[in-house]
């Protein structure tokens, strides 16, 4: 079992910054992937990056890449995503994910959500 708590969203103008945290807890994430999704309303939710815990490496989405960053501090077994150049199109709820590494980009391979934060952009 792995918990999983965000924090940090909140209103900001647009091309403003936030950093969001994923607090986990439970087992080890040896082995394991952080990810990103956000969903805003009436849409699916979208892959925005993940992490490797292990190794430390990423990806993003395209909508994302060169303005968010995925980074972690394994001693807090913590999780950050970095938001910068904010769009009000980035406005949605964020919630992060743990998984096997091979979930990847898809939220239906991850094992554990958590509760999501709130991320409204304003223009």
């Known amino acids: 079992q792995v918990q999983l708590v965000e924090s940090g969203g909140g209103l900001v103008q647009a091309g403003g910054s936030l950093r969001l945290s994923c607090a986990a807890s439970?087992?080890?994430?040896?082995?394991?992937?952080l990810g990103w999704f956000r969903q805003a309303p009436g849409k699916e939710r979208e892959f925005v990056g993940f992490l490797s815990w292990s190794g430390g490496w990423t990806r993003y989405a395209d909508s994302v890449k060169g303005r968010f960053t995925i980074s972690s501090d394994n001693a807090k077994n913590t999780v950050y995503l970095q938001m910068s150049s904010l769009k009000p199109e980035d406005t949605a709820v964020y919630s992060c994910?743990?998984?096997?590494?091979?979930?990847?980009?898809?939220?239906?391979?991850?094992?554990?959500w958590g509760q999501g934060t709130q991320v409204t952009v304003s223009s």
């Open positions: 439970g087992r080890t994430l040896s082995g394991r992937i």
């Open positions: 994910a743990e998984g096997p590494a091979y979930a990847g980009t898809s939220y239906r391979y991850y094992d554990y």
